[in-house]
């Protein structure tokens, strides 16, 4: 898709905030491009305080708490459809 207007300006946050949202943050560009859910860049508000690194260096993948489900990771919660951002 392109970006949300059609003019030839630079995408700045003081030019066009729009522009400038579509070019840096994936999760604004996925809903303007209809795949909602597509990219989530921001927390979610349920996601908690890390509960297991499970040995491993990834955070996405440490065990977290939830205030939804209990217990979750980052990588879970990327296609959770309970996934609420938190701002």
Same mark, same amino acid.
């Given at each position: 898709?392109?970006?949300?207007?059609?003019? &030839? @300006?630079?995408?700045?946050? =003081?030019?066009?905030?729009? %522009?400038? #949202? *579509?070019? @840096? &943050?994936? $999760?604004?560009?996925? #809903?303007? =491009? !209809?795949?909602? !859910? $597509?990219?989530?860049? #921001?927390?979610? +508000?349920? #996601?908690?305080? +890390?509960? &297991?690194?499970? !040995?491993?260096?990834?955070?996405?993948?440490?065990?977290?708490? %939830? !205030? +939804? @489900?209990?217990?979750?990771? +980052?990588? /879970?919660?990327?296609?959770?459809? &309970? *996934?609420?951002? /938190?701002?």
């Amino acid at each position: 898709m392109s970006r949300p207007c059609a003019s &030839d @300006h630079p995408p700045r946050p =003081d030019s066009c905030r729009l %522009c400038w #949202l *579509y070019e @840096h &943050d994936p $999760a604004y560009r996925a #809903l303007w =491009d !209809g795949q909602p !859910g $597509a990219a989530r860049s #921001l927390p979610c +508000v349920y #996601l908690g305080a +890390v509960l &297991d690194r499970r !040995g491993c260096p990834c955070p996405a993948k440490w065990l977290r708490r %939830c !205030g +939804v @489900h209990g217990t979750c990771t +980052v990588e /879970a919660c990327k296609t959770c459809g &309970d *996934y609420e951002a /938190a701002e």
